[in-house]
């Protein structure tokens, strides 16, 4: 089975300082990753995947994320952080074998961006 | 891009009645859409798979006569929740899968439906 771990239910950062939101996933092969963001009320925007090849993968918004395959992690970056970059960001994952049906979301993690 | 639009956003209705929810898919045709559901500070849980043109696949737990899907068209899914009661109060998300040609079917997201049952 599949799962996906994102440790910090919260993260607060101030603006204009470099911002990490933590994921790390299990499957049984090789992964494709993605992260998705959530503003309130609001459904999930993409904001980058990883599929294959380079391990730093550049998304949305400056976004970016490195899949580090021994530390099975795919951890979310940004340099400066932004007072509009607070929202609900969501990790994913699912076997390179398996359908989108069976892409696993992690629990969110609320970023809080202060001015 | 790819957009997915949902409808209503919010709607609260009495217990007992029925609330249909629509998906779609604007600029683009998706045989496939899904429908999640979304409790307060938690992650989407997966409720059912709409095919276009056959019946929905469901995950483990969830009523199929409780939570009517209907893919009529490759751009539209519709979720029904009948006889609504407190307890189906909840977001409702869909989306639907595009092929990117990468293989990696990224998912579009509507932006939810927002239910209360008084």
């Known amino acids: 089975a599949q799962s996906v771990a994102q440790p910090e239910d919260q993260v607060n950062v101030a603006e204009g300082n470099p911002l990490t939101v933590k994921c790390t996933y299990s499957v049984s092969g090789n992964p494709y990753l993605f992260w998705y963001v959530q503003y309130p009320n609001r459904g999930l925007q993409f904001l980058l995947k990883?599929?294959?090849?380079?391990?730093l993968v550049k998304g949305s918004y400056g976004f970016e994320a490195e899949f580090n395959k021994s530390q099975t992690s795919f951890h979310l970056k940004k340099p400066s952080a932004l007072v509009s970059d607070s929202a609900l960001y969501f990790c994913a994952v699912r076997d390179i074998s398996g359908s989108a049906r069976q892409l696993t979301f992690g629990s969110g993690t609320q970023l809080t961006v202060l001015p | 891009g790819a957009v997915v639009s949902q409808h209503p956003s919010r709607v609260i209705c009495k217990s007992g009645t029925s609330v249909k929810i629509e998906c779609r898919s604007l600029d683009f045709q998706a045989t496939t859409m899904f429908w999640y559901r979304q409790f307060p500070k938690k992650s989407l849980m997966l409720m059912a798979t709409?095919?276009?043109?056959?019946?929905?696949?469901?995950e483990q737990g969830v009523e199929k006569d409780k939570f009517l899907i209907n893919h009529a068209s490759l751009t539209l899914s519709t979720l029904t929740v009948t006889s609504a009661h407190p307890e189906d109060s909840s977001f409702y998300i869909c989306s639907a899968r595009r092929d990117r040609g990468d293989g990696a079917n990224v998912l579009t997201f509507g932006a939810g439906s927002r239910l209360t049952v008084l």
């Open positions: 990883y599929i294959t090849g380079d391990n």
């Open positions: 709409s095919n276009e043109g056959s019946k929905a696949t469901y």
